[in-house]
Structures are given as C-alpha cells and as structure tokens.
T-cell receptor, first 115, second 113 residues
C-alpha cells in the first residue's frame, strides 16, 4: 500500500545507546516531518524537511539529528538516548503549495523505550 | 505564539448520542485547520480540513466541523456516535508560513454501549 513506512515499530534502548529511526514515503511528497507523541502533550514537531536537501528544527529538536537522504527517505537519529526520549515517534509527509490542501500522511509510528 | 487548544482531555458518550469535540486556535489570520483521528496503536488519519469558503465542512465517517472566526473555533461534530468511533482526536492548524502543523493535546473519546 502506498504511504509512509516507519521502521522499526518497537525498540528498547539503554541510556547512552544510539539508534536511527527510518522513514520512507512513496507518494512523491516534497515535505517530511518527525513528531513525537507523549501523553497529555499531543504531537510535537522535532525536525522537518520542506524539500529534498533542506532540514530545519521544530519545537523540540534537542538530542536529535535528521538526514533527508533523498526525496523518499527522512531519518531521525538519537546519538545518546536518554529516558526523556521515551516516546512514540511519527513520521509524516505532505505536498507543498496548493498540494498541502491534502494535509499530512502519517506513518504508523515507532514506540521507543529508553531504560 | 500560535497554539491549538483542546479543552477536553476525555469525553464519554453513549452510543447513538451526538458528539461535539472542541478546538480553539490562537492565530491572527485564518489558519488551515484539520481534525485527525488516532485509533489505539495506529497512526493518525485525516478526518476533515478547512481552508476557506463554506465554514461547515464534511469529512469521512460521518463527521463534520464548523469554523467560527469570531470564536477562533473549529469544533468537530457527529450526530450519532458509533462504538467504533472510540479513539483519540486531534485538532491541528497550519499557522504562519511553511507546512508545519501545530497539534492540540488531543481528546480521548470513550463510547459506552
């Protein structure tokens, strides 16, 4: 099925370990996003990429890095995981300009636990 | 700062009853407004959206929402709730330039049979 694919779906890390969350979309969207979801806080933007070759910080970028590998793929890296990064991570994509009228398409999420 | 507020954290309704979920935004101009639904363990699915024009918009699954500029609100409604509507609902707004969405904190809907 067309859409946004995130891997892995679940991950447990020890404090200080690193990992990369992968995201790929096959809708030829220009823009991609990483959000984290925490109880009672909704979704908060970590980083986004308006187009291939560009990335920008969102609301909560500390402790994360991103790479827009190509138009399809946008990865999120935790260099040294901390318990405060325990969360559910969502990747999303969208068109730009008038195409944004279709809103975001979300992946199914990665549930990350840092112990 | 632009913000989206969902005042109700939890709402419980009986199956067949009507539903209204509240959403207020804080922004000078009219933002693009969205409602998303999230079933347990799933991603977010778009229910409906408003950009301009008719202030009453229809979405999927029988949902509708009304934009009221004077109240800075975009409330979600459904005339008759089904047990399968139990989920978490998020209001979101594109405020300012770019395509970034700001989300509310969500409203958890429970449906009693």
């Amino acid at each position: 099925n067309a859409g946004v694919t995130q891997t892995p779906k679940f991950q447990v890390l020890k404090t200080g370990q690193s990992m990369t969350l992968q995201c790929a979309q096959d809708m030829n969207h220009n823009s991609m996003y990483w959000y984290r979801q925490d109880p009672g806080m909704g979704l908060r933007l970590i980083y986004y990429s308006a187009s291939e070759g560009t990335t920008d910080k969102g609301e909560v970028p500390n402790g994360y890095n991103v790479s827009r590998l190509n138009k399809r793929e946008f990865s999120l890296r935790l260099e040294s995981a901390a318990p405060s990064q325990t969360s559910v991570y969502f990747c999303a994509s969208s068109e730009r300009g008038t195409g944004f009228s279709y809103g975001y398409t979300f992946g199914s999420g990665t549930r990350l636990t840092v112990v | 700062a632009q913000s989206v507020t969902q005042p109700d954290i939890h709402i419980t309704v009986s199956e067949g009853a009507s539903l209204e979920l509240r959403c207020n935004y804080s922004y000078g101009a009219t933002p693009y407004l969205f409602w998303y639904v999230q079933s347990p363990g799933q991603g977010l699915q778009l229910l409906l959206k408003y950009f301009s024009g008719d202030t009453l918009v229809q979405g999927i699954k029988g949902f509708e929402a009304e934009f009221k500029r004077s109240q800075s609100s975009f409330n979600l409604r459904k005339p008759s709730v089904h047990w399968s509507d139990a989920a978490e609902y998020f209001c979101a707004a594109r405020t300012g330039g770019g395509n970034k969405l700001t989300f509310g904190t969500g409203t958890q809907l429970k449906v009693e049979l």
